[in-house]
């Protein structure tokens, strides 16, 4: 008998094993359900998104992007667990990738086994659809 797995299914691995890298790196966050803490943080990746292009697009100032960063990754690390700021999470102004990540040095560092983009930095949120 041939078992035939899903687009769904796939992606949804994809989500757990994402999840579980984000435990590994985050013990302490407040959501522990794999798949609930990846789609907070999606969420929360596209407020980043939104964020980086109103700046980009001339729609607010340095200060209104300076004070959404700070709400932003107030609500992110609070989510993970990461109030005292040891893993150094960050908002990418930068509306061409992903939002929110993990400093690529501290990713090296501690070898961190976590999706990444093309300049080593730690993804926090991607897109696991395909």
Same mark, same amino acid.
């Given at each position: 008998?041939?078992?035939?797995?899903?687009?769904?299914?796939?992606?949804?691995?994809?989500?757990?094993?994402?999840? *579980?890298?984000?435990?590994?790196?985050?013990? =302490?966050?407040?959501?522990?359900?794999? +798949?609930? %803490?990846?789609?907070?943080? #999606? /969420?929360?990746?596209?407020?980043?998104?939104?964020?980086?292009?109103?700046?980009?697009?001339?729609?607010?100032?340095?200060?209104?992007?300076?004070?959404?960063?700070?709400?932003?990754? *107030?609500?992110?690390?609070?989510?993970?667990? =990461?109030?005292?700021?040891?893993?150094? +999470?960050? %908002?990418?102004?930068?509306? #061409? /990738?992903?939002?929110?990540?993990?400093?690529?040095?501290?990713?090296?560092?501690?070898?961190?086994?976590?999706?990444?983009?093309?300049?080593?930095?730690?993804?926090?949120?991607?897109?696991?659809?395909?």
């Amino acid at each position: 008998m041939t078992t035939t797995i899903t687009k769904r299914e796939r992606m949804y691995e994809r989500i757990r094993k994402h999840g *579980e890298d984000l435990l590994r790196i985050f013990p =302490n966050a407040t959501e522990q359900d794999l +798949v609930l %803490l990846c789609k907070r943080l #999606r /969420g929360l990746e596209i407020q980043g998104e939104r964020i980086a292009t109103a700046l980009c697009n001339g729609d607010i100032q340095d200060e209104d992007y300076e004070t959404s960063e700070e709400v932003l990754l *107030e609500k992110v690390n609070l989510l993970l667990g =990461n109030l005292s700021g040891a893993v150094p +999470v960050f %908002l990418n102004g930068d509306p #061409r /990738g992903y939002a929110l990540k993990i400093r690529d040095e501290y990713v090296c560092k501690h070898n961190l086994e976590i999706h990444r983009d093309w300049g080593g930095y730690g993804i926090l949120a991607p897109d696991l659809s395909e």
